[in-house]
């Protein structure tokens, strides 16, 4: 068996193409969604994601705002800033690119935006929105690595889902919105013994542990869905050194499952429309307030 290759660039394309049509109806109307981009510091990592973000705004239509500040920003600095941009009503979203200094509480800030402005989804309402099972922004990557099972045809009701990871960020929500579509569901970790008992078993295996080749084909049950979220480097002095490489060893686990994404061109691209989904999500939310009944 030689697994489906989930293009995520390609999905992600198709999704970014409807969200420009969305986008455009609302600059029609006076209304054009717009995001605002603050990245504190000058780690190189976050300075490409942040870029990536931005042009991805420009190419679906959205307006973005970029305001970059140096490492030393104080953290009260940065709440005032985003204190502003809650009540700028051209804005309706806001993402602090992470991770911030160590002086910066990632926790505060996070929780100093507002709940309307929320598209990462990293806040207290919206994790308990998702707990709950009501409407709410959705934490991006877990929403992109659902769109991705989704691309498969699989029926998730009733199927056995194993997460690696309990990340707030990924896999903790990955397993909740997973279970919100009727599946099985098995949070393992570093701390799980015998690993491998729980994924052979999987249907669906989302790898979120962020270490290279956590799953090998000899842990994943025939014909499994296997989704990977890792994005590691490649140690000096290994093959294709600096280059990227997942929680999953691709090559061989491609041999034993239906549908597995690659890294990169897999995850990496839905997070990022995911974010943009988020931003129209909240711009038409306001419009819909902001508009009288007739």
Known sequence: MTALRIDGTAI??????????????????????????????DDPASAIYVRNKVKACEETGIRSVLERYAADLPEGGLLA???????????????????????????????????DKDVDGYSIESAGRLVAGLPGF?????????????????????????????????????????????????ICHSRTPDLAEHTRRADVVVAAVGRRHTLTAAMVKPGAVVIDVGMNRIADGEPRTGKLSGDVDFETVAEVASAITPVPGGVGPMTIAMLLANTVESAERKWRSATPLV
């Open 81 to 115: 800033r985003i204190a502003a941009l809650n009540d700028d009503a051209k804005i309706h979203g806001i993402l602090v690119q992470m991770p911030l200094p160590k002086h910066i509480a990632a926790a505060k800030v996070i929780e100093a935006i507002s709940a």
């Open 138 to 186: 959705r934490p991006c990557t877990p929403w992109g690595c659902m769109k991705l099972i989704e691309s498969t045809g699989i029926d998730l009701r009733g199927k056995h889902a194993v997460v690696i990871g309990r990340s707030n960020t990924v896999g903790k929500p990955m397993a909740l919105m997973l279970l919100q579509a009727d599946a099985t569901v098995t």
């Open 12 to 41: 992600a394309r198709q999704l970014r193409a409807e969200l420009a049509e969305r986008a455009a109806r609302l600059a029609s109307l006076g209304h054009r969604p717009g995001l605002a981009v603050v990245l504190v510091g």
